[in-house]
Antibody, heavy 118, light 107 residues
């Protein structure tokens, strides 16, 4: 069974960097598919942030392009989100998910709530 | 970016009712439209992909339809376990975008 699990700090100070990890079990991230980060803001607006493909290439939402980096550690079957220069507007629940076959998000993590506050 | 607008934002219906949720895109998305269900405290779950294809394991009371800019998720007979927020998502073009959800409650 494929499972994704987010981890990382729940509180980040403004202007600092937000760093999250997605640990994947049941599937090797280099075998296929694209591995995404998605966030849901208070009020339910959801935003696709970007992905890292099985080959290591990345694709980011242009709205975040100057602040976001998605990387991976293939030895640990993990991928990571770094979002720089955060503000209170980055307060959200962050999800990792698999973009399956170019059609849909078929596996999701449970999500991790991150609050940006001093 | 393609904007996705869902309506209503809140829907209250009785068990057994036929329920219809709407999703409108700001431009033609050629049926590249998915629906997800998110129950409180859980991860989103894929219900329907490519407008009307039911994901494996999803009850047949869920169905999708639409074309162009207008899409619909229908629950033929509402069950108590269907209480959730439902999101649409387009994949006609990048960046992928979501609607802001319809919260479905039992009356």
């Amino acid at each position: 069974e494929i499972q994704l699990q987010e981890s990382g700090p729940g509180l980040v100070k403004p202007s600092q960097s937000l760093s999250l990890t997605c640990s994947v079990t049941g599937y090797t991230i280099t075998s296929g598919y694209d591995w995404s980060w998605i966030r849901k803001f208070p009020g339910n607006k959801m935003e696709w942030m970007g992905y890292i493909s099985y080959s290591g290439s990345t694709n980011y939402n242009p709205s975040l392009k100057s602040r976001i980096s998605i990387t991976r550690d293939t030895s640990k079957n993990q991928f990571f989100l770094q979002l720089n220069s955060v503000t209170t507007e980055d307060t959200a629940t962050y999800y990792c998910a698999r973009w399956g076959g170019g059609y849909y998000f078929d596996y999701w993590g449970q999500g991790v709530m991150v609050t940006v506050s001093s | 970016d393609i904007q996705m607008t869902q309506s209503p934002s809140l829907l209250s219906a009785s068990v057994g009712d036929r329920v219809t949720l709407s999703c409108k895109a700001s431009q033609n998305i050629y049926k590249y439209l998915n629906w997800y269900q998110q129950k409180l405290g859980e991860a989103p779950k894929l219900l329907i992909y490519y407008t009307n294809s039911l994901q494996t394991g999803i009850p047949s009371r869920f169905s999708g339809s639409g074309s162009g800019t207008d899409y619909t998720l229908t629950i033929s007979s509402l069950q108590p376990e269907d209480v959730a927020t439902y999101f649409c998502q387009q994949y006609n073009s990048w960046p992928l975008t979501f609607g802001s959800g319809t919260k479905l409650e039992i009356k």
